[in-house]
């Protein structure tokens, strides 16, 4: 089952309307237009994915692998809506042990994906920079592979001033990152093609080698 009109529709209405009474009123809509398709995504994606790493955690459930759209305000210092405006499925080794995922996302403004993290820890961001700058073949394999795809873009804040200006551009693409998220941006277009999961696979495969490089590199945090 695909996304549909009634999926951004619910998305946008919800997140406008910020009331629990209002979400449990509609919770058959929520079941159907939101939760069904994104669990239908994340099990035509699974397989795939398996192949890329079988430690991956896949439970197409809410709570589980596929978010919630209501947040936790304990924990919110600022006064945030109850409600957010999209939804993500994600796949990850270990939540909360440091480990970078693959996302998929929809959201009134259409779908996305992206690998990475939403915060790398410090540790794990001097672990990576150190093989940049030996030229480990990990690296150099991450590196190739980002080039020859054109999709997923390396984003995540860099430093502004470059500490690194006497190493290559191509290193320096890397070195300078503060943290590592790859992503696609908004792509409309894509939101209610049966083509999807298709398109998310095709571009999770290619950056394999970088998803490697990542996890192969991660320092976990402890608890």
Known sequence: MAFTEETLSFLMENHIMDSREWFHEH????????VRPMAELFELIT????????????????GKSISRLWRDTRMQKADLPLYREYIWGSFVREKYRGYPSYWFAVSPGGVEWGMGWYQAGNDTVKALRAKVLADDPEWIA???AYRKQKRLKLCGEKYKK??????PENKRLWLDQRNFSLESGLLPSLTFSDE???RIIKDFRAVAPIYMFFVSNTVRWEW
């Open 142 to 144: 991450a590196d190739e």
């Open 47 to 62: 397989p795939a994915m398996l192949k890329i790493d079988p430690e991956f955690i896949c439970i197409p459930q809410v």
């Open 162 to 167: 470059s500490p690194y200006t006497a190493q």
């Open 27 to 34: 919770k058959a809509e929520y079941e159907e237009h939101i």
């Open 196 to 198: 999807l999961h298709k």
